[in-house]
């Protein structure tokens, strides 16, 4: 599991109030930026990663391409870690579609993390 102290820092620079109940998720939710999201590259069709916790992401799939119920592709990180995914669309609801698949290796997490952790302390102007 990624370190606490980051996941809690994080989410305070995504804006999040720290959640003082029972945490039912095995895994963080890693909530990107617009413009920080990792690609998850499925033929020609490119889909924004928009959350990730575990092996459950959420896509934004703007030009709403119709995909089948099982998905193959490549997820080209913001850290630039490239990670290959299988998975099943188990939810869709207008351009966002929810997918099941096999879990984010840690090392990848906690790379992502870090990227994200960089990236808004630099937005507030403040040194990593």
């Given at each position: 599991?990624?370190?606490?102290?980051?996941?809690?820092?994080?989410?305070?620079?995504?804006?999040?109030?720290?959640?003082?109940?029972?945490?039912?998720?095995?895994y963080?939710?890693?909530i990107?930026?617009p413009?920080?999201?990792?690609?998850?590259?499925?033929?020609?069709?490119?889909?924004?990663i928009?959350?990730?916790?575990?092996?459950?992401?959420?896509?934004?799939n703007?030009?709403q391409?119709?995909?089948?119920?099982?998905?193959?592709?490549?997820?080209?990180?913001?850290?630039?870690?490239?990670?290959?995914?299988?998975?099943?669309?188990?939810?869709?609801?207008?351009?966002?579609?929810g997918?099941?698949?096999?879990?984010?290796p840690?090392?990848?997490?906690?790379?992502?993390?870090?990227?994200?952790?960089?990236?808004?302390?630099e937005?507030?102007?403040?040194?990593?």
């Open positions: 599991m990624v370190d606490n102290e980051l996941i809690a820092r994080l989410e305070r620079y995504q804006g999040k109030v720290e959640y003082v109940g029972h945490e039912k998720r095995k963080v939710r890693l990107y930026p413009s920080k999201r990792p690609v998850l590259i499925v033929g020609n069709y490119n889909l924004e928009v959350d990730i916790s575990g092996g459950v992401m959420k896509l934004f703007y030009m391409h119709k995909l089948g119920p099982n998905i193959q592709g490549m997820i080209d990180f913001s850290s630039g870690v490239s990670y290959e995914v299988k998975g099943e669309i188990v939810w869709q609801y207008k351009t966002e579609i997918l099941l698949s096999s879990s984010i840690r090392f990848i997490i906690e790379n992502e993390v870090e990227y994200l952790l960089r990236y808004f302390r937005k507030k102007g403040k040194p990593y």
